[in-house]
């Protein structure tokens, strides 16, 4: 991903109350999207260039922990990465143009750093080793991840 200013990253959101991250530390060359959770935690924010217009997009995603008291293994489903307990959240994202009232969630690593993930950037590793090569998982997160938006109608 292209680095991007924190005012492009405002224009793209409707809303006046988005906590931008710090852009700083943000390796770029490892992103395919840039991804980050609001500081109360019920919220994240996406942000990636539309396949189809080329054009900056950004969706807010609402956020919810899944917390589970026994032991269990649970899977991101952009990134395959399987986590042990409560590494994952439910994000939902309301589809563009039903003010709100039909819904469609997706189970994520719960700080959407799936792009350091896929690339082993990110400890602890997968509790499932994956053999399939660096871009073409790259390749079916991107297709996963779009299908997901575009579903949502905001590509």
């Known amino acids: 991903m292209d680095p991007i200013s924190q005012d492009e990253i405002s224009h793209v959101f409707d809303e006046d109350q988005v906590v931008l ?15 980050w959770v609001h500081p109360s935690g019920h919220l994240a924010y996406l942000v990636l260039v539309s396949p189809e217009s080329g054009k900056l997009t950004g969706s ?33 994202l309301s589809v563009k143009g039903t ?22 950037l990110v400890e602890p590793a997968s509790y499932m080793d994956e053999t399939l ?4 998982r790259i390749w079916r997160m991107q297709k996963s991840m779009h299908r997901w938006l575009k579903r949502a109608n905001r590509l």
Not at 21 to 35: E, I, N, Q, R
Not at 63 to 84: L, Q, T
């Open 133 to 136: 090569y660096v871009q073409a």
């Open 99 to 120: 003010e709100g009232r039909h819904l469609i969630g997706k189970v994520l690593c719960k700080d959407l750093d799936c792009s350091l993930r896929i690339r082993n």
């Open 60 to 92: 807010v995603l609402r956020r919810r922990p899944r917390i589970s008291k026994r032991p269990r293994y649970e899977m991101c489903s952009w990134c395959h990465h399987v986590h042990r307990n409560n590494r994952t959240a439910m994000f939902t």
């Open 21 to 35: 991250p710090d852009l700083s530390t943000v390796a770029w060359d490892h992103l395919d999207y840039l991804g």
